[in-house]
């Protein structure tokens, strides 16, 4: 009946509407019309195969909850697809749909059940925006300050701030893993789109992307997909480097990139790794990359370590001493992904055993990761450690050339045997071609010295301890 339907029809759009931002809502359910609401079944015209792939991808969930709140848990949805010359061609396509339960291509139409749960339910503070894939945890504001991601970050400010309008244009960040590349591209996606709400800010995986265009081809719907992406005002794409050796995908991503570009609308690309690096990708891509700014985040230092571990445990309301967050920054020096998992490992912990997080706890529950971190404690690996940092050879390291840049470096060694080990310090002469004590206690204490007027030196010093401590 056309009444039921229309009203059916018009409820779904209402919690469709309250739930996405205005412009999700005009590109992909204003263009939406209702067929028919015949056994619990409303059937929808979308206007191609890539419209309603992306419906499936992107709005599941919103689709579902629509037809759980119009028709009940019952309700099916269907959807008819406005089949042009090319899709005919095409056999059935194949769905990746969790609780599809049939396809029936007889008319062209596509029918899935909608669960009234949601497979994909997360908790709240994980739920992604649907329509952007932006996660609204990234923020700026959460996303600490240090000399390890300086100039990535101030020239994401710039590009949140006018985006399209910066020489900033790519905006390239890379780094290595959990180095923070993810949250500063979205932290810029997530600020322009609430400083600009017009504009279709849109993150997406470059293996999405890759999974997107091989569907469009197998879907003879490569223009649609095309033009879905140039309707983009900002494009924030992650870890590029996944490009590499994907001819057709590269091809399609620069025509993309190219249009994007010249229509003013801004690129933000992340990688693993410099541009120069990138193996296997296009040079008139690369050449591309290189265009706007290239900014790399770096392993985090000691001071942003404190200051990371800081911020997360203040987010949480909780207060450690000094001593404890000392320990954890000296402790986990990998990278920032790690160092968060510690935080909730820790905080965990304190919850379960209902005991503040003193040191005596951080210590035994980091006992596990500290192990597998910690370079067992010899002579060899302490030297080892030093030759590496210092760039020395051990020949240089051992021996009695007396330049600057190889006596420092010696004496740093010994200091850490004096402190590591309990060897006397005769023996411990004894590994630098047979020195006495004496150079040894001397050694000690210019590195202390060095170090109590030397922030840095102090900071080296510290971080080869913490390799065995
Ligand atoms: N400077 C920072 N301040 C606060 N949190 C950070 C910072 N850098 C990274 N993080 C946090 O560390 C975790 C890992 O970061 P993210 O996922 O962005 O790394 P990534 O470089 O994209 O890693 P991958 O290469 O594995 O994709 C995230 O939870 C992120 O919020």
């Known amino acids: 009946m056309q009444s039921e339907l229309n009203k059916v029809w018009a409820n779904c759009l209402s919690v469709i509407k309250s739930d996405l931002n205005e412009s999700s809502y005009a590109t992909w359910f204003a263009p939406i019309v209702p067929l028919r609401f015949v056994n619990n079944t409303l059937t929808i015209q979308v206007p191609s195969q890539f419209f309603y792939e992306w419906l499936e991808d992107n709005y599941v969930n919103v689709l579902r909850k629509a037809i759980d709140v119009a028709i009940g848990r019952h309700g099916l949805l269907e959807y008819s697809i406005v089949v042009d010359k090319g ?3 095409n056999p059935p396509i194949s769905f990746n749909i969790p609780n599809q339960v049939s396809s029936n291509n007889t008319f062209g139409n596509k029918k899935i059940e909608v669960p009234s749960k ?6 709240p503070t994980e739920t992604l925006e649907l329509e952007s894939y932006l ?17 990535g970050r101030a020239a994401g400010l710039a590009v949140a701030n006018k985006p399209g309008l910066t020489s900033f244009n790519p905006l390239m960040i890379y780094g290595g893993v959990g180095l923070g590349k993810t949250h500063l591209i979205q932290a810029i996606g997530n600020q322009i789109k609430s400083d600009y709400p017009g504009k279709f800010v849109l993150y997406v995986s470059t293996e999405k992307f890759t999974n997107q265009f091989v569907n469009a081809i197998r879907n003879n719907s490569i223009e649609s997909f095309t033009n879905f992406y140039l309707q983009v005002d900002v494009l924030i794409i992650d870890d590029v480097q996944f490009l590499s050796g994907k001819e057709k995908t590269q091809e399609t991503f620069f025509n993309i990139f190219n249009h994007l570009h010249q229509s003013g609308k801004q690129i933000i690309l992340s990688s693993d790794r410099a541009p120069r690096e990138l193996n296997g990708m296009e040079d008139r891509l690369l050449s591309r990359f290189k ?18 571990i800081q911020k997360k445990l203040q987010d949480d309301g909780i207060q450690i001493d000094f001593e404890v967050l000392e320990y954890l920054a000296h402790t986990i020096q990998t990278n920032v992904r790690e160092l ?3 935080i909730i490992s820790l905080m965990a912990q304190a919850s379960l055993t209902r005991k503040d997080i003193d040191l005596e706890l951080a210590k035994s529950t980091l006992k596990s990761i500290v ?31 007396r330049k600057k840049e190889n006596v420092f470096p010696r004496q740093v060694a ?4 004096k402190e590591l080990t309990n060897l006397p310090l005769k023996s411990i002469g004894y590994h630098f071609g047979g020195r006495d004590h004496s150079t040894v206690i001397h050694a000690v204490q210019a590195v202390s010295e060095a170090m109590e007027t030397d922030k840095s030196i102090e900071k080296t010093v510290r971080k080869l ?3 065995f401590h």
Do not use: H
């Not at 900014?295 to 404190?306: G, K, M, V, W």
């Not at 010994?414 to 045997?417: S, V």
């Open 87 to 89: 899709d005919k061609k």
């Open 118 to 123: 949601s497979p994909f339910q997360t908790t």
């Open 135 to 151: 996660n609204p945890k990234y923020t700026f504001d959460k996303f600490i300050e240090g000399d390890c991601n300086r100039l």
């Open 291 to 308: 265009w706007g700014l290239t900014a790399d985040l770096q392993q985090p230092d000691y001071e942003t370590r404190i200051a990371i």
């Open 340 to 342: 968060e998992g510690v």
């Open 371 to 401: 192990n597998e971190q910690e370079k067992e404690l010899s002579v060899e690996n302490i030297l080892d450690v030093v030759t590496t940092y210092f760039e020395v050879d051990m020949d240089t390291l051992r021996g009695k050339c």
């Open 414 to 417: 010994m200091y850490l045997l």
């Open 465 to 467: 301890y913490g390799r």
